[in-house]
């Protein structure tokens, strides 16, 4: 949980919305983290609520696990001018190896 930012949503969504209270926070201080109630095993009807309201995607489900936040991520087409630029940018780099 290295992106984990200490938010709470997904505590207050697995709680108050789902009513499952699957997890909460644990410690305090510099040691504060989100995990099931006294570490013991996870207790989740696995409803995804927590994945799809965590804002830095600490919390991701095991099928997109390292791929990205999808719906967050856009294909763009270079411009014109880029691609040209970078055709430059490789012929000169060519050059001086």
Known sequence: MEKCILCGRCVK???????VGAIDYAYKGFGTKICPPFERDLDCEFCGQCVSICPTGALVAKPSLCKGRTRDVRRVRPSALLRLRLRRH???GSRTR
């Not at 969504?13 to 009513?19: I, L, P, S």
């Open 90 to 92: 490789l012929r000169c």
């Open 13 to 19: 969504v697995c709680d108050e919305v789902q009513g």
